[in-house]
């Protein structure tokens, strides 16, 4: 079993910034991807961001430009730097990674999500 826990998330002014961090724990030998995705309500979930072990990422293109990924592989934790924030970006914002577990069992697992609220 791998646990996901995300904080940082809250209310933010329209073009402020906020940082949402994630930290795995549990049965873990290696992860392959770790992000974020986001769900609006009323809206189907959305990719935000993910990062792979060698840094490489995916990037939605709603966020392009203003939210940045980081990995620190030694914490099993990513980072979300979220700049220049707009209301349309008000979501439940979920942290997602895959990888290996002790026994080399795959895992996919997701957090259970923290609440971004952009408004003035």
């Known amino acids: 079993q791998v646990q996901l826990v995300e904080s940082g998330g809250g209310l933010v002014e329209p073009g402020g910034s906020l940082r949402l961090s994630c930290a795995a724990s549990?049965?873990?030998?290696?992860?392959?991807?770790m992000g974020w995705y986001r769900q609006a309500l009323g809206k189907q979930r959305e990719l935000v961001i993910t990062?792979?072990?060698?840094?490489?990422?995916h990037i939605g293109n709603s966020v392009k430009g203003r939210f940045t990924i980081s990995r620190d592989n030694a914490k099993n934790t990513v980072y979300l730097q979220m700049n220049n924030l707009e209301p349309e970006d008000t979501a439940v914002y979920y942290c997602?990674?895959?990888?290996?577990?002790?026994?080399?069992?795959?895992?996919?697992?997701w957090g259970r999500g923290t609440q971004v609220t952009v408004s003035s």
């Open positions: 997602t990674a895959d990888g290996l577990g002790y026994r080399r069992e795959p895992f996919d697992s």
């Open positions: 549990g049965s873990i030998f290696s992860i392959n991807s």
């Open positions: 990062i792979l072990s060698d840094g490489r990422t």
